[in-house]
């Protein structure tokens, strides 16, 4: 039984280590995942260079597909929230 506890000890410290560099995102119908922040970081400059600038090239990908499928929930700070709006918006096409 000690052995289990001990490992569970150390499955755990992982997990709030590889989750330490994570945001996390919750979908409209609860489904959760997480991105890692340079992911996310990379993403909302595509996304905000494109909607602000009419030559850029739109952006595309599987996480901003993800990304698009976010609520923009109050819990997200700032930048989360940010990079879902602006992920909705490239995913559509649609500037501003």
Do not use: C
């Not at 340079?38 to 990908?61: C, K, M, N, S, Y």
Request: glycine fraction near 8%; charge should be positive.
């Amino acid at each position: 039984m000690a052995r289990l506890t001990r490992y569970a000890a150390r499955v755990a410290a992982l997990e709030a280590r590889y989750d330490a560099n994570r945001m996390h995102f919750r979908t409209s119908r609860g489904r959760r995942f997480s991105l890692d922040f340079g992911d996310v970081f990379h993403i909302v400059t595509d996304t905000l260079g494109w909607l602000h600038d009419p030559d850029a090239e739109q952006p595309r990908g599987p996480i901003l597909e993800l990304l698009a499928t976010a609520e923009p929930d109050k819990e997200l700070g700032l930048i989360g929230q940010t990079v879902v709006l602006a992920a909705k918006q490239a995913v559509t096409g649609v500037r501003p």
